[in-house]
């Protein structure tokens, strides 16, 4: 892969790096991504009928069914190459944090440390009138299942459209925003705020702002370096240029 050697100059005498994914970087996992006009999760279901807090009061029995049917598959799938590439990277930069829009835990499992989950995760449950986490439940047949300790439905512990994101991950995720040398978007349309609005933060506090996709997003006129590819493919090369690796030495790390 041809890597611009300013950008792998400039990648090297990075310290601080904050990164943002989406769904693109889960794509080559098997995960479909939101936005594909084929294959994409809205392209088949309506976010209005599935992902709002209005939507679960109207059919919860609904919603529920379609997170567990999702919550099976992304059971189902493991990391690949670009979760792995930004694992090794964290172990070789002085202050690194992922801002995570996906719900499927892949870059905890692949070793990445410092995982901030603005968007929840879909391996976990919450009570939807308590809003408290909830880790296990009468198996009585009701769907969704029922608070032990309200009664109130269960419900997938993610980000509907019109709710406030995690206050603690999102103040994390802003100030490695606002306090990196090099901010990388990784795999988003970038068009859901206010994860969308990181990278430009980032820029505007002076980071270098660089892009991974196959495809142009809103965000790409405001980046240094728009990386044109998959994820899987680019960020392995990368990592293998910015610290003279030979692929052989990432696989044995
Ligand atoms: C590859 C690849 C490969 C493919 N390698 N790349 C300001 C302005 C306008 C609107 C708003 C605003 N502030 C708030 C809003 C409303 C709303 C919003 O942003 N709407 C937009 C659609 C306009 N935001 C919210 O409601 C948020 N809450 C909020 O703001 O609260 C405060 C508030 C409340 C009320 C009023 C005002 C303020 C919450 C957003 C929650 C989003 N939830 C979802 C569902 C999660 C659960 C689930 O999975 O079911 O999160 S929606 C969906 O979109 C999911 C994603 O995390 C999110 C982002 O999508 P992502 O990851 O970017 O995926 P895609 O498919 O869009 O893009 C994939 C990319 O990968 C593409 O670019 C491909 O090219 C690329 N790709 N293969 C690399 N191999």
Same mark, same amino acid.
């Given at each position: 892969m041809n890597l611009d050697s300013m950008l792998v100059q400039q990648l090297k005498q990075a310290r601080r790096i904050a990164v943002l994914t989406g769904a693109g970087i889960s794509a080559e996992s098997g995960v479909p991504t939101f936005? !594909?006009?084929?294959?994409g999760v809205w392209a088949n279901f309506d976010p209005d009928e599935l992902a709002t807090p209005d939507a679960f009061r109207r059919n919860p029995e609904r919603v529920w069914t379609w997170y567990q049917s999702r919550r099976d598959m992304m059971s189902r799938v493991r990391p690949n190459p670009g979760h792995f590439a930004l694992a090794e990277w964290e172990k070789r930069v002085d202050a690194w944090s992922i801002a995570t829009q996906?719900? !499927?835990g892949l870059h905890r499992m692949a070793?990445?440390?410092?995982?901030?989950e603005i968007h929840g995760n879909i391996h976990r449950s919450k009570c939807f009138v308590e809003n408290t986490l909830v880790e296990s439940w009468a198996n009585d047949g009701s769907v969704p299942p029922r608070c032990p300790h309200c009664g109130g439905f269960i419900r997938p512990d993610v980000v509907w459209f019109g709710e406030i994101l995690p206050q603690q991950e999102m103040a994390d995720a802003q100030e490695a925003a606002l306090r990196c040398d090099v901010y990388l978007s990784i795999g988003?349309?970038?068009?859901?705020?206010p994860a969308a609005g990181l990278p430009i933060m980032a820029k505007q506090a002076g980071a270098l702002l660089i892009e991974i996709n196959p495809d142009e997003t809103p965000l790409t006129v405001a980046a240094d370096f728009f990386l044109k590819g998959k994820s899987g493919e680019v960020l392995p090369a990368l990592v293998d240029a910015v610290f003279d690796l030979v692929p052989m030495d990432r696989a044995a790390n």
């Open positions: 936005r !594909d006009a084929q294959t996906n719900i !499927d070793g990445s440390q410092r995982v901030y988003t349309s970038a068009i859901v705020y």
